[in-house]
């Protein structure tokens, strides 16, 4: 009796990244060998209740290794609360019920932090379920790696290397904003590849007396500009106090109406912090007197071709993938292990998140070359 050819379900979500095309790919081309079969469905999650549904077979992977984007499209869209007919629905039972009409076997999720807890609550809902490690803040748990990380490295580092010769023309402080709202891993790395005279993440609170200071000892030294990195989510001290005040006041709240006022005044928070790169800058030209500006680097980091690193990383866990599926071992993220991959129960990965500790080995590499991380 022959065995039944496997079906696997793909879906990319969360935001897009470099590199999903290429994982796509890794886990197409090997389950194609396996003599499997593939459907890709489109717009993440979203895609599994509204029957989107891609045919993935050789030529619909052929070429697209090189392509930015994800070929499905993505969404943020979670199984368990989906915008549905402008109302907010459960369509975990929905996903389940179409993964079974659909005959699969497995489906395969690429995301990032957000992606791996819907990956698990569609396991816990009796799906097969495997996962890859995707996003540019590299800040998924439980993994050396997340592919994008590498390209966004790479396209933020040469921002940098840029941003040093209008910086030295013009004798100017440049402050570049750097993606990553809850991890610094990108700013980290690349403030220390482009050589940032100042590093700012969200793990180190900063003082921004320290920063100009720093600065000003540079001018002393007859080196007048300054190359500043700064990540979305970094702040100041004082502003790392009041959001840990909200926070510990949402996870106090004793009813819905204190949780409703938490949250409200949390959203107020992060809205006023959506300018704090451009408050930051002025800050430093009042105290240092150099004239600043500011780049915001924004999507630009997850735009267009794969770096060779994403590639190989991104084809590694896509084929381990297909190997996983292939020994019918599910409930997993295929996670970076060395030079290898390891298969991680999904209830180890979801929910945490990998950020930087402050005694990091970049951490201490950055100081030690006298790169100013703001404490
Ligand atoms: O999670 C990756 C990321 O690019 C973050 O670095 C960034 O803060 C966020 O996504 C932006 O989210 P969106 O694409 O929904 O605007």
Redesign the pocket.
Known sequence: MGTKTKRIGILTA??DSPGLNAAIRGVGKAALNHGMELVGFRDGFRGLVENRRLKLDKSTLAGILTVGGTILGTS?DKPHRMLIDGRTRDMTDVIRENYKKWGLDCLVCLG?GGTQKNALRLKQAGLNIISLPK???NDVAMTDATFGYATALDIATETLDRLHSTAHSHHRIIVAEI???RAGWLTLGAGIAGGADVILIPEIPYNVAKIAEAIRRRSRRGTNFSIVAVA?GAMSRDDARAFAAADDKLERARNQAEKKAAKLALLEMDLRHQGNTLRLAKQLEALTHLESRVTILGYVQ?GGTPSAADRILATRLGSACADLIAEEHYGVMVAARGDGTEAVPLERVAGKRKIVPPDHSWVQTARLVGTCLGD
Do not use: L
């Open positions: 969360g935001g943020r990032g996003t540019i803040d993606m990553g709202h979305e997850r």
